[in-house]
Nanobody
């Protein structure tokens, strides 16, 4: 059983930065792919970024060049560094895990989810 706990959300002005963290227990990073996804009220979850078990990273076009996903294997933690934030980035951000080395952009292919953390970007 994998458990994920996010932290680091909050309120920030446009142009500012936030870093989200996701601590994972019950997994070995080498056997899972990890992702960050967002959700706004009344909408489906959307892919933001993901990292394979080998460390390869992928990003949605909307965040490319602004967000960076990374991992600390020793601490079983992944991060999402969010720079140059815009109001459209406002959402609840979720950390998710998928068994196996292959990444995915599809929310339904992730088997484990954190509780989510709110990110609000004011204009």
């Amino acid at each position: 059983q994998v458990q994920l706990v996010e932290s680091g959300g909050g309120l920030v002005q446009a142009g500012g930065s936030l870093i989200l963290s996701c601590a994972a227990s019950g997994r070995t990073f080498s056997t899972y792919a990890m992702g960050w996804l967002l959700q706004n009220p009344g909408k489906e979850r959307e892919y933001v970024a993901c990292i394979s078990s080998s460390g390869s990273t992928y990003y949605a076009d909307s965040v490319k060049g602004r967000f960076t996903i990374s991992e600390d294997n020793a601490k079983n933690t992944i991060f999402l560094q969010m720079n140059s934030l815009i109001p459209e980035d406002t959402a609840v951000y979720y950390c998710a895990a998928r068994r196996g080395p292959q990444v995915t952009t599809l929310p339904y292919e992730y088997g484990y989810w954190g509780q989510g953390t709110q990110v609000t970007v004011s204009s």
